[in-house]
């Protein structure tokens, strides 16, 4: 009975040992999963306490501190700053975007993609960093927090490091007329509230140029565009459908009715 249970208990223990890695690696694949979806609302939304529309809002503070009155926004894109160590990989990316582009436009074979020198750009893009920099130095910013404007206090160094960099790229409307593409950057800056939580603040930064920050983002803002114009095409053909109900319900009805009075 007694080596029964020794061998039971062994048995168990071999057991254990065959699926801990196994429950550890699922374990692990269940974080990571998790981890890149809260990663992905917090970019979609914008901030924890971020309405729906929270890009739209900081668009329409920054054009009233510039004094920028009247107008729309036509359409509105988010993209996070690439990384330094990654930059030129997004420069080689976007290079051969444009060159296979304009081969489709002229009706030709691309032609082979030749080394590019992006020593100018990559100095813009430096500059603009240190820029950033300097400007995360001030004690006081301006941030928009959950809908609101607001002063907050940025002195502490680990909420410096908890700043995420993006670029808002949209186009405004006015009397019809649609403006070129505006970008700017703004930050995403994590703070501890009062309750001891985690909170989201958005710090405009500055206009940006727009051409040099084609240089790394076209082909993403070409897929954007691509998702956008499909959305609206199925959105169309879907009212499209909800109509014809509408009017073949509608139709039915009155064809009832007059049978009913004959």
Do not use: C
Request: aromatic share 8%; glycine share 4%; proline share 2%.
């Amino acid at each position: 009975m007694n080596n029964n249970s020794i061998l039971n208990g062994t048995d168990f223990g071999s057991i254990f040992l065959l699926f801990l890695p196994v429950a550890l690696i699922i374990i692990t694949f269940i974080y990571i999963k998790k981890k890149k979806q809260d990663e992905n609302k917090e970019f979609n939304r914008f901030g924890r306490r971020g309405k729906k529309n929270h890009v739209w809002q900081i668009i329409k503070e920054y054009h009233k501190k510039k004094n920028k009155i009247g107008g729309t926004i036509e359409m509105y894109f988010l993209f996070e700053r690439v990384h330094p160590a990654d930059l030129e990989d997004y420069l080689n990316r976007a290079h051969k975007f444009r060159v296979k582009q304009e081969a489709k436009k002229l009706g030709i074979k691309p032609p082979k993609i030749k080394k590019q020198d992006f020593s100018e750009i990559k100095k813009y893009f430096d500059d603009l960093e240190e820029e950033t920099n300097e400007l995360n130095k001030k004690e006081k910013i301006n941030a928009v927090k959950s809908q609101k404007i607001e002063n907050i206090r940025d002195s502490i160094p680990k909420q410096r490091k908890r700043r995420k960099r993006y670029v808002i790229l949209y186009k405004m409307k006015d009397r019809n007329v649609v403006s070129d593409w505006i970008a700017i950057e703004v930050e995403l800056i994590k703070q501890n509230t009062k309750e001891g939580k985690m909170e989201d603040n958005v710090v405009i930064n500055k206009e940006l140029d727009v051409e040099m920050e084609m240089k790394w983002m076209e082909p993403l803002l070409q897929e954007k565009l691509d998702a956008r114009n499909k959305k609206i095409e199925e959105d169309n053909k879907r009212a499209l459908k909800e109509q014809k109900k509408k009017e073949k319900k509608s139709w039915m009805s009155i064809f009832k009715s007059s049978n009913k009075k004959i």
